[in-house]
């Protein structure tokens, strides 16, 4: 059976750019292991499998892949999807669309910026929550062949936090540091456990725009779910909401946050974080970004 496909490059404006990502149409008939070998034969962080909604009132019902598993939610196919939706319906002004992932219904807003690039933000389905993680910094250094001084965070410290993948989230002392990093992963276990995705996430409160109270700079690293680097991971933004909010010391009110990644890898991204605080709590968050489309064609399955 021949089905359309496209590519489209995420949390970029520009072509060759942000988180590459793969968007299958009209996914019906497409069992689990299908769409495994699928995202494999793509080889991209993570591919989209569209199927119609379980709710009619909602756009549609999303199966997210990487290369080595299948996710519950992830942040670039969501807006990639939602800018893609937006292009083909040719939505100039922003669209309310509904996503059925396997977290929940996702709520986002979508507006085109020409006939190949498009705008999209969603609401976090679920808070960000602290899941309990003990770090051994000097397991934790050893496992990204980092010193155990390259860790010092500024008042940050290594957690894990979730908004429905867990990412350990690991503060480093700079950009020289975060360039330093390579992940060993004979001493992944070490560091990071046995269970879930392992997923890590490096951080520092200093980019090349020099504003450091309102933008950061990421690198994440996936290898247990095939994916060595990630140029951009709306879902670890959205877990770092949750640290943010809980270590930042933000006020009452609503923040903006830029949050640079995939520069050291050739693929610079731009990930928007919006938090609303309020009495010092997280109340609510988006992740905004750009999408353009790459390429389009035809799927044999």
């Known amino acids: 059976m021949q089905r359309r496909f496209t590519t489209l490059d995420v949390f970029t404006a520009e072509r060759f750019a942000g988180n590459p990502l793969a968007v299958v149409h009209e996914s019906d008939g497409l069992d689990g292991e299908r769409m495994q070998a699928i995202a494999r034969e793509f080889g991209l962080p993570e591919t989209v499998f569209i199927h119609p909604p379980a709710d009619a009132a909602h756009t549609a019902h999303l199966r997210i892949f990487t290369p080595a598993a299948e996710l519950t939610f992830a942040g670039h196919p969501t807006v990639g999807t939602a800018a893609l939706l937006a292009l083909m319906n040719k939505h100039r002004a922003p669209a309310r669309l509904i996503l059925e992932e396997q977290i929940g219904a996702v709520h986002c807003d979508a507006a085109t910026r020409?006939?190949?690039?498009?705008?999209?933000r969603f609401k976090l389905p679920i808070l960000p929550r602290n899941i309990a993680w003990k770090a051994n910094p000097c397991a934790v250094a050893a496992a990204l062949n980092l010193a155990p001084e390259d860790l010092?965070?500024?008042?940050?410290?290594?957690?894990?936090?979730?908004?429905?993948?867990?990412?350990?989230?690991?503060?480093?002392?700079?950009?020289?540091?975060l360039a330093r990093a390579r992940p060993?992963?004979?001493?992944?276990?070490?560091?990071?456990?046995?269970?879930?995705?392992?997923?890590v996430y490096l951080f520092t409160a200093q980019s090349s725009t020099g504003t450091v109270t309102t933008s950061f700079r990421a690198r994440m690293f996936a290898p247990l779910l095939g994916i060595q680097e990630d140029p951009a991971t709306g879902a670890a933004a959205a877990a770092f909401a949750g640290l943010l909010a809980a270590r930042g010391n933000f006020s009452s009110g609503t923040h903006k946050i830029a949050i640079e990644q995939g520069y050291e890898m050739g693929r610079p991204s731009v990930i928007h974080l919006e938090m609303q605080i309020d009495g010092g709590e997280l109340a609510t968050a988006s992740i905004a970004g750009d999408a353009v489309i790459v390429t389009e064609g035809t799927l044999h399955t």
Do not use: Q
């Open 114 to 120: 020409g006939d190949e690039l498009a705008h999209a």
């Open 152 to 177: 010092d965070g500024g008042g940050f410290r290594a957690e894990k936090w979730s908004a429905g993948v867990d990412i350990c989230m690991v503060p480093v002392n700079g950009l020289p540091a």
């Open 184 to 199: 060993d992963i004979s001493r992944w276990e070490d560091a990071f456990g046995t269970s879930g995705p392992r997923v």
